[in-house]
DNA sequence: TCGAGGGTTTTTTTT
DNA sequence: AAACCCTCGA
């Protein structure tokens, strides 16, 4: 195409704030289209992008960034918060191949990796410790387990709710600002005769974070809101440092993570949000898509630009997407078309057991690659992560190489969580959970003399604590003396991570190997760790990324990933978020596994099961398979026979194909 | 009080 | 398959 001079532009650059004109590299013009081109140029003032699945979100924002750059912008003033770290990186590297490398300067990341990050630094500010232990979900229903055995609960015969209950509504309410008496009426009725339990509960729990420095995930975001609105000098220069925040999905964001944003936005008011009310998956975690519809009302001043160019997938995919939005309670309005007009109908394939449609996708996994389709452009997607387990034996069987992201974490198996305890107690000794999990490990130790041993460890710390124990435990304690012994030797050294993992696990294995009967299978997690460990210079750091941003690599997927580069892709939905590939296969569409049967009950996760529907089949860029095994094992009852997904049952055959399989 | 053994129940999704 | 609950012998 001839290149052409526009006039315009020029004059467009002028009402920007710089002095002097500036001659930019890029020809955002001509590059992106006039949506994308007006959020890109965008520069002081606060905006709503409202962006369609593949309109090209991320291409936009990559090109906002380039443009702050060029006009001269120091980087690290931009802030970019996105949902996952790995996003953020993706799109530094991006704007940098566009540009040059200033562009991975910006800072950027998650509101909890931004929150750890920024109270590290100020958070003595609002009288925080700055050493704070970040708790991940299981450690926190540890303690809350801990809390629920130490107040004695009068031995009801009904059942009590269970840790991780307690802590969901906990952590519900305080990312909502939604009372807990509320959640519990809500969702859990039937508990609502132990309310005062529960807050009992809850009550003891924050005093005994606030006392030993311990922040779970919610606080990360409480402390970090309350810094901005009340850090008074030390947050008024911070907030100065930030020229532009920028926030990716903001669709799925909470009550919490918008008050941060306000609180973020309230000197400069440069702020940028894109999402898609479409897309919202996450309203178990407090999020609420009207947040993007209220965005307006929080900034009257919010100017509005609308991505609806699907730059993805084929029409064909768009009809069927556009199909099952369509039949949402709530509207969303919004068609997404695309001059991409060529390409298959999507299949409906019904298989007669789960077995089959693993085979299925094997072979039409390896029938693609014939076709010349790269295996890491090809996805298998599913609602909840177990729904996978036969296809990887499967996968397997056929030597086709994947890597599984969402579900069970490495970091949260019992033997990689004993030794981050260790690690845990080396940098806070009055970690006391985790005192907890090291003491249990050892023979002859049980909850009641734990406790003991713990009141001393919260009394004293670490001193005298043989002489103290001694008498209390003549049976246990040369073991003990070992492990105290071993515990003071390396607190307080400046030592690498690495170093120190690994007399950690000199220490643990003897009691890693009684511990777990299948310790064989599980030795390979404790490499790993190690292995990981090496890549951190402080211990601090190596803990702060464990919790914030675990690696999901487990066993059986390493070994696929260190032999090749090519991966066939297994992912939950929700992890799938904002990634694309050229063939998607859906599993499980079937009623009560996909909408899961937990969200018979209510209108609003039924909705969000289709919207999780709507996000699934979005991905795909040429091919798409969504697929339902006919018979199915159901726990209760054995093997029955299964109904299709109301989301795709009884389609028109001009939207889809219906695939029979047989052997 | 510990820990082993057996029986039951339970399963979404993530920072 | 793992988490939880109960019982019982040491």
């Known amino acids: 195409m001839a290149k052409k001079y526009v006039l315009k532009r020029t004059g467009r650059a002028d009402l920007s704030n710089r002095s002097a004109p500036v001659n930019f590299v890029i020809d955002y013009e001509h590059e992106l289209n006039r949506a994308q081109y007006e959020a890109a140029i965008a520069e002081n003032g606060v905006f709503l992008l409202i962006a369609g699945a593949g309109t090209g979100k991320t291409r936009t924002l990559v090109y906002r960034l380039a443009r702050l750059v060029e006009s001269g912008y120091d980087p690290s003033s931009i802030l970019l918060l996105t949902f996952t770290r790995k996003a953020a990186r993706e799109m530094m590297n991006r704007a940098a191949g566009l540009l040059d490398s200033r562009c991975s300067k910006v800072s950027g990341g998650t509101f909890h990796s931004f929150a750890n990050l920024t109270l590290r630094k100020f958070g003595s500010a609002i009288g925080l410790h700055n050493g704070f232990t970040i708790l991940d979900q299981s450690d926190s229903e540890d303690i809350i387990n801990l809390i629920r055995g130490q107040i004695n609960l009068g031995d009801s015969k009904k059942r009590f709710p269970k840790k991780d209950t307690i802590y969901k509504s906990f952590s519900l309410s305080k990312n909502t600002g939604i009372p807990l008496e509320k959640i519990i009426e809500d969702i859990y009725p039937h508990f609502l005769e132990f309310l005062p339990d529960i807050i009992k509960i809850t009550d003891v729990f924050e005093k005994y974070k606030a006392k030993n420095a311990l922040l779970d995930y919610d606080d990360l975001l409480i402390y970090l809101s309350h810094f901005l609105d009340e850090g008074a000098a030390v947050a008024h220069r911070f907030l100065k440092g930030i020229e532009f925040v920028m926030v990716d999905e903001y669709q799925d964001t909470n009550k919490l993570q918008s008050d941060i944003v306000r609180g973020l936005a309230s000197i400069k008011r440069n702020i940028m949000v894109v999402g898609d009310d479409a897309q919202s998956i996450y309203s178990f975690r407090g999020a609420n898509f009207k947040n993007i519809i209220n965005f307006p009302k929080m900034f009257p001043d919010a100017r509005m630009i609308k991505l609806e160019q699907n730059y993805r997938s084929t029409q064909t995919i768009l009809d069927f997407a ?98 981050i305890a260790f690690l845990r107690v080396i940098t806070n000794v009055k970690d006391l959970i985790s005192w907890y999990r090291i003491l249990l490990l050892h023979e002859g130790i049980g909850p009641k003399k734990a406790q003991l041993i713990l009141e001393e460890i919260s009394k004293y710390g670490l001193t005298n604590l043989v002489d103290i124990t001694k008498p209390m435990l003549p049976k246990v304690n040369s073991d003990l003396e070992n492990l105290f012994a071993f515990i003071k030797k390396l607190t307080g050294k400046k030592a690498l991570p690495s170093d120190l993992s690994g007399q950690v696990y000199d220490y643990y294995y003897p009691h890693f190997k009684s511990t777990y009967d299948d310790h064989n299978k599980r030795h390979k997690d404790l490499e790993i760790f190690l292995n990981i460990s090496e890549n951190y210079n402080d211990l601090q750091d190596f803990l702060a990324d464990l919790a914030l941003e675990p690696p999901n690599e487990s066993v059986v997927d390493i ?34 596994f996909f909408p899961s049967s937990q ?43 299964s109904k299709p997904s109301r989301f795709i049952a009884g389609i028109d055959e001009s939207l889809a194909e219906e695939w029979l399989l047989e052997e």
């Open 559 to 592: 070994s696929a990933t260190d032999k090749e580069k090519e991966f066939l892709t297994l992912s939950t939905i929700h992890s799938a978020k904002g990634l694309e590939w050229h063939s998607v296969f859906v599993i499980h569409a079937v009623e009560g």
């Open 322 to 419: 556009n199909h099952i939005i369509d039949s949402a309670v709530e509207k969303f309005p919004k068609q997404l078309f695309t001059n991409n007009t060529s390409g298959n109908l999507p299949a409906i394939v019904s298989a007669t057991n789960e077995n089959m449609q693993s085979r299925f996708i094997v072979e039409r996994v390896l029938e693609l690659r014939e076709e010349g389709v790269p295996l890491a452009e090809i996805a298998v997607l599913f609602r909840s992560s177990y729904f996978s387990f036969d296809l990887e034996i499967e996968l397997n069987k056929a030597n086709i190489p994947f890597v599984k992201f969402g579900g069970m974490k490495f970091i949260e198996t019992a033997h990689v969580k004993d030794i």
């Open 599 to 641: 969200s018979f009950e209510n209108l609003d996760t039924m909705e969000e099961e289709r919207r999780l529907m709507y996000v699934a089949v979005t991905r795909a860029k040429q091919n798409l398979y969504v697929s339902y095994p006919m018979n199915i094992f159901d726990r209760y009852r054995g093997v029955t026979f």
